[in-house]
């Protein structure tokens, strides 16, 4: 009974230092993981105001996983529409293309990040003896 109640206790306790903290000192990291993740339910695409169009012109031929999974520039979105155009018989998206090619090169253009360390310079190769 005594443990119960020690229990009981140190839960209430827990809970109620718990949410004074969530109150007065929210978490820096949550909110700004918060305000850079807002992704769309339905597709999986990151949400923004061209997110409607790019849903009528791409995602009605084919799934948002091959928007996702590609990082090209603005040119080469671009590249890749005219190559859907002639070789899939993708129709001219006229006034549209704009807002289309916007949210593509916002949202999924190449990342700036570091995949390999940088070439070595000034190396002084040895000969290897093979015996």
Known sequence: MKILILVSL???L???????????APSKSFSIVADTLKIDAETGLISDPNLLMVKAQCISC?????I????????????????MQAKHNLWDLGETEKQVLDYLEKNYSPT????RRAPLKNIKWYKLDQK
């Open 112 to 115: 700036v990040g570091i995949a």
């Open 10 to 12: 140190g839960v209430c």
């Open 14 to 24: 827990m809970s109620n230092v718990m949410t004074k903290n969530s109150i007065n």
């Open 68 to 83: 996702i999974q590609n990082r090209f520039t603005r040119d080469g979105w671009k590249q890749k529409i005219r190559w």
């Open 62 to 66: 084919h799934s948002s996983k091959l």
